[in-house]
């Protein structure tokens, strides 16, 4: 069965930087963690960053400049580097993961900006 874990978030200062990870496992056929999504409370969920089924890269508007999504094929496993991070972008992050045309998510990690 496929399992998709997040880590990597934490409680860090306005300004601050984290990088979260997002590794699918559990199927012998091909697993394409499509991007990283977010929720705030009482918020419904938005995609975040991802790749295109042409292997380009997009973001959010808002978060342009300040986060970086990267993959490492190898490890079937896909990076959010969140720099200057905002109060704003507080929130539970999560990834989907495809797998023989099945959507797949993680529990995701829970990232605080605050003083």
């Known amino acids: 069965q496929v399992q998709v874990v997040e880590s990597g978030g934490g409680l860090v200062q306005p300004g601050g930087s984290l990088r979260l990870s997002c590794a699918a496992s559990?199927?012998?056929?091909?697993?394409?963690?499509m991007g990283w999504y977010r929720q705030s409370p009482g918020m419904q969920r938005e995609w975040v960053a991802g790749?295109?089924?042409?292997?380009?890269?997009n973001y959010l508007d808002t978060v342009k400049g300040r986060f970086t999504i990267s993959r490492d094929n190898a490890k079937n496993t896909v990076y959010l580097q969140m720099n200057s991070l905002k109060p704003e972008d507080t929130a539970v992050y999560s990834c989907?993961?495809?797998?023989?045309?099945?959507?797949?998510w993680g529990k995701g990690t829970l990232v605080t900006v605050s003083s």
């Open positions: 559990g199927s012998i056929y091909r697993i394409d963690i």
């Open positions: 989907k993961a495809v797998n023989r045309g099945i959507h797949y």
């Open positions: 790749f295109t089924s042409g292997g380009s890269i």
